[in-house]
């Protein structure tokens, strides 16, 4: 038993450490970590909670570590899994606030967070084709994503209002396919 809770820490740990960006930013770890080497979760799970992370407050990653945490271990798994997600974060935060100044004037600095960006683009690309396989092959939902992608970046649409409506036509055509195969 004291095993899962260290296993579950030390996963969210190492995933917490090397995850920098956004939450998306940490989708290709997650998979690697909890389908992939713990066998968790299925592919088609995570990207179910990654849906569901993006639509409650909070960070992505603390509300899938939370998550997956409770799946694996209950209440003390949700607690220990969201404790590891954001104890890296704390204590690199914390070392650096004390050398903030001298971190603000270092070139180097500026080139290692240039690559930081450069590794975190790659790493949401990279979780958008995760995102994209586990998303299923029918017309509509190619459809709700271009109208979507649209939507955000042409009209520049609050991303809530456009979420809100891809729910309501998801749900909508749901009714009716499940309709058709009655």
Do not use: Q
Request: charged content about 15%; overall charge neutral; aromatic content about 16%.
């Amino acid at each position: 038993m004291f095993r899962k809770y260290f296993n579950l820490f030390f996963s969210f740990f190492k995933i917490g450490l090397f995850t920098f960006g956004s939450g998306y930013a940490m989708i290709t770890l997650l998979k690697k970590e909890i389908v992939e080497e713990r066998g968790w979760m299925s592919e088609r799970n995570i990207a179910d909670i990654i849906a569901i992370a993006e639509s409650t407050p909070g960070s992505i990653s603390v509300s899938s570590a939370t998550f997956i945490g409770y799946r694996v271990g209950g209440y003390l798994g949700a607690i220990i899994a969201t404790l590891g997600i954001i104890m890296p974060s704390v204590f690199i935060m914390t070392i650096v606030s004390f050398f903030m100044k001298e971190f603000a004037a270092n070139v180097y600095v500026d080139y290692a967070f240039a690559g930081v960006r450069c590794a975190v683009l790659v790493l949401i690309i990279n979780a958008t084709f995760i995102l994209f396989k586990e998303m299923g092959k029918y017309y509509l939902n190619y459809i709700v994503m271009a109208v979507s992608f649209v939507l955000l970046v042409v009209f520049k649409m609050n991303v809530v209002t456009i979420l809100i409506l891809d729910i309501i036509v998801s749900l909508i055509a749901s009714h009716y396919v499940l309709e058709d195969e009655r």
